[in-house]
C-alpha cells in the first residue's frame, strides 16, 4: 500500500511516509467564529474530514486536531479597531464570548449535518494564550521578532537573510510582495510592510485582552495555529491542512515561525483545499455569494428550487475531487440527487434477499475492490471511487435479475466494501425515506414471525409481539388483505 497526497510545499505527489510508523498528526484550521459558517466552509471542513475517515481506513492511528478561531482574527485591513469578535459583539450586542459560544455551537451543529466526525483535539485560541506568548518571547530572543509600541512583530527580512527563504510555501517572491503591500496595519511601527503581528496592543476600546510582558493586547492569527499544532502534534508533524485561501498568508506565517522557532520545517505535508463556487463565483460572505447550509436543506433560499437531504449535498461535494473548484447550482444539486439516489438503492438491494451468493462469481469483487482502494491511495480521488461504485451499482442490479452471479464469500466482500466505502469513508448517511423503508422491511419481518406464531398456535408469542410493539406506538391491524401497520 502507498499512499500519494499532493504536497503544496512541493508542488507534487509524493508518497506519504508518517514520521512515526502508522501514526498521523494532522492539523486543520478551523472556522473563526463570530458568525455562522457558510457552504463554501463546509466544503473545505468536509474535503478533511473524508481525508481523516480515509487515513483511518487504510490502517492510520490519527491524532486530528481542528482548532477554534476565538480571538485574534483582524478583518481584512487589519485594523485593530475591527477586531471580528468585537466589531460581531456590538453589532448583536453580545459579550464578545457570548459571540463565539453563539457560533461555536451553529457550527458544531452545522457539520453534525453533514456527518463530520468530531476532530480528537479541538484547541481555542483563547485557551493558548500563554502558548502563544512563549513563543513569541522565544522568536524575539531568537531575533526574528521586535517589539515596536507594545506589539511585536516578526522580521521577515531577517528571516531571509539568514536564508530560510519566506514566501517558499506559495512561491512568492519576497520583492514582489514588498513592491505589492501596502501598509495598512501597523503603520510606522512596522520595519518592513510584510512583517506580520505575532502580538498586537490592545486599544483602551478593544474588550478582547491580555496581560503580556509588553502589555496588554491580544495575539495574531498565524500565532495562534502555530503554538496549537505544536503544542498538540510537536514541532514538526505530518499534515497541515486548510481552504487555499489561507495558503497565503496565514500559513506561510505559519512556515517561518516553525523554522524560526524550531530550525525545521514545522510540516512534511500541506494540503489545500479547494474552494466552493455557486453559479460560477467564489462563495464569501464578503461578496453576499453565500448559502448558509440550512438554508440548502430547507430550501428557505431563492438559489435552488427545492430542499436537498445533507447527504445528497455530501454525495455532491464528494463527487468533486478536493483540489478541484466545485460549482453548485441548482442542476447540479438535481443530478448529486439523481446519483445518491441510484447509489442508495443499490446498496439497499445488495442487502436484501434479492441477492444470493451462488456457487460461482462471474464477476471480479477482488480487482473493483483493488481499484477502488487505489482511488484513495491516489491523493484521496474522491470521484474515481465513486465512479467504481457506480461499476458496483450496475452489478448489484443484474445480480438482482440474475444476469450476473456472484458466490457467497465475494457476496460478502461486496457488501462489506460497498458499506464501508458508502458509509464509512465518503460518510454518506441514509436519508429518512432509506430509513422508513428500513423500518418497514423490519416491521414486514415481525408481522411473518407473528404470523408463524399464530399457525403454530403459540397465542402466547404473537400476541407478545403485538402487545410490545403497540407499546412502542407501532399497531398492527389484522384484515382481509393480511396485517398491515399505523405508526402513532
Ligand atoms: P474562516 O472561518 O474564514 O477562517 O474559514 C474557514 C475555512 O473555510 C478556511 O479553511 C477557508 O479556507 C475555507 N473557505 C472559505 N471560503 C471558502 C469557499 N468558498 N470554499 C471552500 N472553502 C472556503
Ligand atoms: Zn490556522
Not at 5 to 28: R, W
Not at 95 to 100: A, Q, T
Not at 185 to 213: C, T, V, Y
Not at 310 to 324: E, L, T
Amino acid at each position: 500500500m502507498q499512499l500519494k497526497i499532493y504536497n503544496s510545499l512541493s508542488g507534487e505527489k509524493e508518497i506519504f511516509h508518517p514520521i512515526h510508523d502508522n501514526s498521523v498528526g494532522m492539523y486543520v484550521c478551523g472556522p473563526t467564529v463570530y458568525s455562522n459558517v457558510h457552504l463554501g466552509n463546509v466544503r473545505t471542513f468536509m474535503s478533511f474530514d473524508f481525508i481523516y475517515r480515509t487515513l483511518m481506513f487504510l490502517g492510520y492511528k490519527v491524532r486530528y486536531v481542528r482548532n477554534i478561531t476565538d480571538a485574534g482574527h483582524l478583518t481584512d485591513d487589519g485594523n485593530v479597531d475591527n477586531d471580528r469578535f468585537v466589531k460581531q459583539s456590538r453589532l448583536e450586542k453580545l459579550e464578545p464570548m457570548e459571540v463565539v459560544q453563539k457560533y461555536t455551537v451553529d457550527f458544531h451543529k452545522v457539520l453534525d449535518l453533514f456527518n463530520l466526525l468530531p476532530p480528537n483535539i479541538e484547541p481555542t485560541a483563547t485557551g493558548h494564550i500563554l502558548e502563544q506568548i512563549e513563543l513569541t518571547k522565544q522568536l524575539i530572543e531568537k531575533g526574528f521578532a521586535y517589539e515596536s509600541n507594545g506589539s511585536v512583530y516578526f522580521d521577515v527580512l531577517e528571516y531571509n537573510r539568514r536564508g530560510l527563504n519566506y514566501g517558499e510555501l506559495s512561491r512568492r517572491n519576497i520583492e514582489e510582495l514588498f513592491a505589492n503591500t501596502r501598509d495598512l496595519d501597523g503603520q510606522g511601527e512596522k520595519k518592513n510592510p510584510q512583517d506580520f503581528a505575532l502580538w498586537k496592543k490592545a486599544s483602551p476600546a478593544h474588550i478582547m485582552r491580555w496581560n503580556s510582558p509588553w502589555g496588554e493586547g491580544f495575539p495574531g492569527w498565524h500565532i495562534e495555529c502555530t503554538a496549537m499544532s505544536t503544542k498538540y502534534l510537536g514541532e514538526k508533524f505530518d499534515i497541515h491542512g486548510g481552504g487555499m485561501d489561507l495558503k497565503f498568508p496565514h500559513h506561510e506565517c505559519e512556515v517561518a515561525q516553525g523554522k524560526a522557532c524550531n530550525g525545521t520545517e514545522p510540516v512534511n505535508y500541506w494540503m489545500h483545499a479547494n474552494m466552493l463556487t455557486m453559479n460560477g463565483q467564489r462563495m464569501s460572505k464578503s461578496t453576499g455569494n453565500y448559502i448558509l447550509p440550512m438554508e440548502l436543506v430547507t430550501g428557505d433560499n431563492d438559489f435552488f428550487e427545492k430542499a436537498f437531504d445533507p447527504s445528497v449535498v455530501r454525495f455532491c461535494f464528494m463527487q468533486a475531487h478536493y483540489r478541484s473548484v466545485l460549482d453548485i447550482s441548482n442542476d447540479a444539486m438535481l443530478a448529486a440527487e439523481k446519483g445518491f439516489t441510484r447509489l442508495m438503492d443499490a446498496v439497499q438491494l445488495l442487502e436484501s434477499d434479492k441477492i444470493v451468493g451462488s456457487t460461482v462469481s462471474s464477476i471480479e469483487v477482488d480487482g473493483w475492490q483493488q481499484r477502488c482502494t487505489d482511488a484513495l491511495l491516489d491523493d484521496f480521488n474522491s470521484p474515481i471511487l465513486i465512479a467504481h461504485l457506480f461499476e458496483a451499482v450496475k452489478w448489484i442490479y443484474l445480480l438482482a435479475e440474475k444476469k450476473e452471479t456472484v458466490s457467497a464469500d465475494d457476496l460478502q466482500k461486496l457488501k462489506r466494501s460497498m458499506h464501508d466505502y458508502v458509509f464509512e469513508v465518503l460518510g454518506l448517511k441514509k436519508t429518512e425515506r432509506a430509513n422508513d423503508d428500513k423500518l418497514d422491511q423490519t416491521l414486514q419481518i415481525l408481522i411473518d414471525l407473528r404470523n408463524q406464531a399464530r399457525q403454530a398456535r403459540n397465542f402466547e408469542l404473537s400476541d407478545q409481539i403485538r402487545d410490545r410493539l403497540k407499546a412502542e406506538g407501532i399497531e398492527l391491524k389484522d384484515g382481509k388483505e393480511g396485517t398491515g401497520y399505523s405508526l402513532s
